[in-house]
């Protein structure tokens, strides 16, 4: 199954809300999840199943979506936030991931 | 707090074998699958291998079926992936991850922080 998400990049000014999309190629039921890589670290999850907010993760951060279209939205976004975020999905073996989308503060 | 340290990366010369290995503690080892997920230099996540909490079940990409194998010592907490044949595209930091369930095709919730393979003449 292709993940593909969108945009590649975006820049963004503290305190907007931010909408990260991945589609897939397939139908993935809710087996969606979504991770957070901030430069030189390694990734950790931030939504599993579409949209269940993973343990200490702020409210800011949200998921939506089943079927084949997924979205991760961060309302309200800080400086912190700076990141590359990933879909992956595991309702089909392999799992996959997506491409990621980078975002930068302006 | 769940830990994950990975070892055995460093710079091997294409078609020799490198051994990694993941030691584990703050959760019930045996109680969780763990995967090998992979990133090259500047790109994206590339799930390698999984093996289920009594190694029942396993799964590889295809990119790396037949060149790697992946075990777990669940008396010691650790998990290993021997990799043979190794090419310049499996080039990548190689990070340990604990999938939420026991079954390795379930999502990953805590990462270690990598260990780099470069594959060089």
């Known amino acids: 199954i292709v993940l593909t998400q969108s945009p590649d990049f975006k820049s963004v000014t503290p305190k907007e809300k931010v909408t990260i999309t991945c589609r897939a190629s397939?139908?993935?039921?809710?087996?969606l999840h979504w991770y957070q890589q901030k430069p030189d670290q390694s990734p950790k999850l931030v939504i599993k199943y579409a949209s269940q907010s993973f343990s200490g993760v702020p409210s800011r951060f949200s998921g939506s979506g089943s079927g084949t279209d997924f979205t991760l939205t961060i309302n309200s976004l800080e400086a912190e936030d700076a990141a590359t975020y990933y879909c992956?999905?595991?309702?089909?073996?392999?799992?996959?991931f997506g491409g990621g989308t980078k975002v930068q503060i302006k | 707090e769940v830990q994950l340290v990975e070892s055995g990366g460093g710079l091997v010369q294409p078609g020799r074998s490198l051994r990694l290995s993941c030691a584990a503690s703050g959760f019930t080892f045996d109680d969780y699958a763990i995967h090998w997920v992979r990133q090259a230099p500047g790109k994206g996540l590339e799930w390698v291998s999984g093996i289920s909490w009594n190694s029942g079940s396993i799964g590889y990409a295809d990119s790396v079926k037949g060149r790697f194998t992946i075990s777990r010592d669940n008396a010691k907490s650790s998990l290993y992936l021997q990799m043979n044949s190794l090419r310049v595209e499996d080039t990548a930091f190689y990070y340990c991850?604990?999938?939420?369930?026991?079954?390795?095709?379930?999502?990953?919730?805590?990462w270690g922080q990598g260990t780099l393979v470069t594959v060089s003449s």
């Open positions: 992956h999905q595991t309702s089909s073996l392999p799992t996959t």
């Open positions: 991850a604990k999938s939420w369930t026991g079954y390795y095709k379930d999502g990953v919730d805590y």
């Open positions: 397939q139908s993935v039921g809710i087996n």
